[in-house]
């Protein structure tokens, strides 16, 4: 079976898995929303930030919001995973099934763009440097990015999502350990630091989003 008749295979589940996760992550908002207020408006700020400035925006916040490191790192993997399956899956239909949907289709065109501009820096040192690449915390760098340069690499289906989802669970962990320690050494310049940093990814992140449905619109 070739390769992209096994991702056409694999996407519905796939999506199913990241929609499914979803619904977990808004029942579990709302119980919070009922039961646990306080803890409610730090889970989505982290939440917030993550889909606004990705993942380094999110682990700032949840440490600036005295969070601690594993309820912060189980919060942005949850996010960034259903993230992952649920518009990779759509991503993987879009090349064979819904390239006539104006918005899903443009928009998704457009990430695949920004995903081929990265992809002959990664394919330069190979497949092994996709981990590294999806670990890195930069805007442009990340699960969702890494996953398509893999897909256009021709890397087989398995292979990638362990490599995809493994990578960003480091990634996460490694960062919002990394990050907490820096901040306790550096002290009150390091808050200074934090709040500057959460303000220039969210305030890009938004600016990206901007420009894609602008391009959209024209379009």
Known sequence: MSYHRQLTGNNRWMFLCGISLF????????YLFVFQKPDFLKVM????ASLAGGRSAAILTGLELRMHNLIISLIVFAINLAWLLTFFALLIAFFHHVTEIKYVGKLLESTKERAEAQKSKVAIWGSW???VFIWLPFPFTGSFAGAIIGFLMGIPFARLLVIVIGSMLVGIVSWTYGFHSLLVVTGPVGKIVTYSLIGILILHGLYQNRKQLKNINKD
């Open 45 to 48: 700020s982290v939440m917030i």
């Open 23 to 30: 619904a977990a992550i808004f029942i579990s908002l709302a």
């Open 129 to 131: 440097a996709l981990p």
